[in-house]
């Protein structure tokens, strides 16, 4: 074959293109390096999610709280975790009109992961054993462990009017070292956030 006839075939070429073949090569080189891209991506994207609703529940509190300084009433927060998604409701307790819903991501929840620590100058703040995943009865018992009652000075109780301190805990179900905790001080309305750690082959609560 000549140089022109040569000069000629790769015009043509460069003019139609790729070919089915090649095309079909170049889309399953894209799919498989997609792939290993998403799989890569996995651990950072569920980290993301329960670091999301640990922020919503933190926001909700404070949401919260903030109506009850602002507008002088009293607001309540609730948190459900009997149902997928899990979500936190704000409720103006004098009229019962509903001010916020927030949802968890699904496989996000309320929950005490086995393995937390246990001990009393162990878990976070001192409240409670890490036993149940919601527990915001930790002042006078005999309280609902799932709500917090804000007054418009910012402190909180609960349904019986008690002083109400507790505790809920985040996570992907069985998976330890996602959890977070959130714990509450009714005394002064303080609000504190806590990310489970390891050392060693100990897990421990540090502030965030």
Not at 88 to 107: E, F
Not at 154 to 163: A, E
Request: glycine letters at 12%; one cysteine or more.
């Amino acid at each position: 074959m000549s140089c022109e006839l040569i000069k000629q075939e790769m015009h043509h070429r460069r003019i139609r293109g790729f070919s089915l073949i090649e095309m079909m090569i170049t889309v399953t080189i894209i799919l498989i390096v997609s792939g290993v891209a998403l799989m890569a991506m996995q651990p950072a994207l569920k980290y993301g999610r329960v670091n999301n609703a640990y922020n919503i529940t933190m926001a909700a509190i404070r949401q919260a709280r903030d109506y009850a300084v602002a507008q002088r009433q009293q607001y309540s927060v609730t948190f459900n975790n009997g149902a997928v998604p899990n979500t936190i409701v704000i409720t103006q307790t004098g009229n019962g009109n509903v001010a916020a819903t927030y949802q968890l991501p699904l496989d996000v929840t309320f929950t005490a992961v086995g393995g937390i620590p246990t001990a009393a100058n162990a878990v976070p703040d001192g409240f409670g054993a890490g036993a149940n995943a919601i527990d915001f009865d930790q002042g006078i018992v005999g309280g609902v462990q799932n709500i917090i009652y804000f007054l418009p000075d910012g402190t909180g109780q609960d349904v019986n009017g008690n002083i109400n301190n507790g505790v809920l805990y985040i996570a992907r179900a069985g998976e330890l070292y996602s959890s977070h905790a959130i714990t509450f001080w009714g005394a002064t309305g303080r609000i504190r956030g806590w990310k489970l750690l390891q050392n060693g082959v100990n897990p421990y609560w540090r502030q965030n």
